[in-house]
């Protein structure tokens, strides 16, 4: 609605991951030479921790775009709470491998020969690990295995974990002191200074064509950061609702006050009559977000439905293998 008001050629504040909307603040300029200091050393582990919001999915979808011109092969894997042997599953699913109905021993099997027809290609092979404060200690130590994986002095994957803060204090777990010696790099990415919220603003607004209309005062940004907090999903709902309201009001300068009118308009509204009780008296801007930290969360429990469909096709075959040895 907006955007023809404005003239501008795209949605500049969408909430979904883009690589074409990147931002190279400090933090992330620096996450981001990790994860290819990472690509150039070809073994063990990255890991990335920040707070939800921060942008790691970005990042690491950026990292991907740049990876479509290089000689490697690359999947990103969202986690939930998986046990080994069916992260061992996912793992093989994410790189198109067999899996349904295959006992762990065929699975790594299958595993290795892929990971050695990529080495003869002269491809590498990355494995991403998205929400990865989810996994088990357990699941963790498969994925160490999987990094065992060798072809003469040379290793054949190498992955990269992505987790909330907490995975910073899942990783000093005693059972875990062999994953810690294969991190190679690690990286903490915190929100955007002040500074850092304006550019991120200005950049995502020029690659839409922005040409200064709106114009956004100094207080306008400052009271966005403060709001936000520097961290960029909030900034982008608040700044998608601002340029909404600028165009309903047809403003043509975006202040302080504009900023203080929405963030206090979206402290009073309720998104669904059903759902009052749970948002009522809460900032739109934040029900908002959970709503979108959802998706990946239901996409991963629609990951874990089907892994465990197919451990119940397993023990259903299994079953029936032994009534028929019995009736023999």
Not at 262 to 278: C, F, H, Y
Request: charged share 25%; net charge neutral.
């Amino acid at each position: 609605m907006y955007k023809s008001f404005y003239k501008l050629s795209a949605n500049p504040f969408q909430l979904g991951p883009d690589p074409r909307f990147f931002f190279g603040s400090r933090g992330h300029k620096r996450a981001m030479s990790y994860l290819r200091y990472g690509l150039t050393q070809g073994e063990g582990f990255i890991v990335i921790t920040g707070d939800i919001g921060t942008g790691k999915t970005t990042l690491v979808r950026t990292l991907f775009a740049d990876l479509a011109k290089e000689n490697v092969v690359a999947v990103q894997l969202v986690t939930t709470q998986l046990e080994a042997e069916d992260t061992l599953r996912m793992v093989a699913a994410s790189f198109g491998l067999a899996h349904e109905g295959l006992v762990k021993a065929t699975l790594l099997k299958n595993f290795e020969t892929f990971l050695m027809a990529r080495a003869r290609e002269g491809k590498r092979v990355l494995l991403v690990i998205d929400e990865a404060q989810n996994l088990p200690a357990r699941s963790l130590e498969e994925l160490r295995m999987l990094s065992n994986y060798q072809a003469g002095d040379k290793a054949l994957l190498q992955s990269f974990l992505l987790g909330q803060v907490e995975f910073r204090q899942t990783l000093q777990a005693p059972g875990l002191e062999q994953l810690r010696q294969r991190v190679i790099a690690a990286y903490h990415l915190n929100p955007l200074g002040s500074d850092e919220t304006r550019g991120y603003i200005e950049h995502r607004l020029r690659l839409v064509g922005w040409k200064g209309d709106p114009v956004i005062t100094d207080s306008a940004f400052s009271a966005i950061h403060g709001y936000c907090e520097g961290t960029p999903r909030r900034i982008n709902t608040l700044c998608d609702r601002l340029l909404l309201f600028g165009c309903l009001e047809e403003m043509h300068e975006i202040d302080g006050e504009s900023v203080k009118t929405v963030t206090d308009e979206l402290a009073q509204e309720v998104i669904a009559p059903r759902a009052a009780s749970g948002t009522a008296g809460r900032p739109a801007v934040e029900v908002a977000q959970e709503q979108n930290e959802m998706e990946p969360r239901l996409a991963i429990l629609e990951a874990r439905v089907t892994a465990l469909e197919a451990t119940l096709r397993r023990e259903r075959a299994r079953i029936r293998q032994a009534l028929m040895l019995h009736g023999e």
